[in-house]
């Protein structure tokens, strides 16, 4: 089965929590033994971090490799060079370390690997409080794995992570690249203007064409997403539709 093989069209989701109907398992970052919300960033040298990030770019290499979607969107951008970030927190890290969402078999292997680099990594959160609220930005964030700014440069694509906790809203936004959604754990409902809205799982992908204003709901799950961007206007942040 590839990563991809769940068909995108509408599936049934449980109305309440408890395991999805994708294959799924219960466990949990705490079951991988990840620090608690109050636990410091691990100290770790230059080299162990740098092998962190490594093994995060593999997995997202082997995630895009697997999902026949995704490799049509975009190649594997084959000119990577990691760049040394220091880390930048933001306060939605913790509750990602807690509660990451359920991941697939497939998919556990990049889920994991971005919890690994969650304490190292330039997070961003790019919205004010008045376009999102408090409450939203305490509990998401995201930041540029591979890109024009990212972890590991590239002028070729923008792949950036983005976590979303339970009983979010992300509101209408559009940017110029087209975008390809891929879920890596949890689930969410997608929004995006003339498409009918669509609950995606682990596996599935979304895209959105270039300007095409987009939204997101969690309910109770979070999710954790990997993000292809093509097209000019990479370095460009996304902005909050007119109404
Ligand atoms: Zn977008």
Redesign the pocket.
């Known amino acids: 089965m590839s990563a991809c093989s769940v068909p995108a069209a509408a599936m049934p989701l449980p109305a309440k929590p408890g395991p999805c109907a994708f294959g799924m398992t219960g466990d949990t970052a705490t079951a991988l033994g990840a620090p608690d919300m109050q636990t410091p960033a691990p100290l770790l040298d230059d080299a162990a971090i740098r092998a962190l990030f490594d093994t995060a770019l593999a997995a997202a290499r082997d995630w895009h490799a697997a999902c026949p979607v995704q490799r049509g969107f975009a190649p594997w951008p084959d000119d990577l060079a990691y760049v040394p970030r220091a880390p930048v927190p933001v306060p939605g890290i913790a509750e990602l370390i807690a509660d990451p969402g359920e991941a697939s078999d497939i998919s556990r292997p990049l889920r994991d690997a971005l919890l690994a680099i969650a304490p190292f990594v330039e997070w961003r959160l790019g919205y004010t409080e008045d376009e999102v609220g408090a409450d939203f930005l305490r509990r998401y964030g995201w930041f540029e794995l591979a890109g024009p700014e990212g972890h590991f440069h590239t002028l070729r694509t923008r792949i950036t992570v983005g976590y979303w906790g339970r009983g979010l809203f992300y509101p209408r ?1 559009q ?1 110029e690249p087209e ?1 390809l959604y891929t879920v890596v754990s949890g689930h969410a409902l997608f929004h995006a203007d003339g498409e009918a809205d669509l609950t995606l799982a682990p596996g599935q992908t979304r895209l ?1 064409r270039a300007n095409q204003p ?1 939204a997101l709901t969690t309910a109770q799950s979070p999710i954790l997403t990997l993000v292809f961007w093509r097209g000019a206007g990479l370095a460009q942040p ?1 902005r909050i539709s007119a109404a």
């Open positions: 936004h940017h975008e959105h987009h996304p």
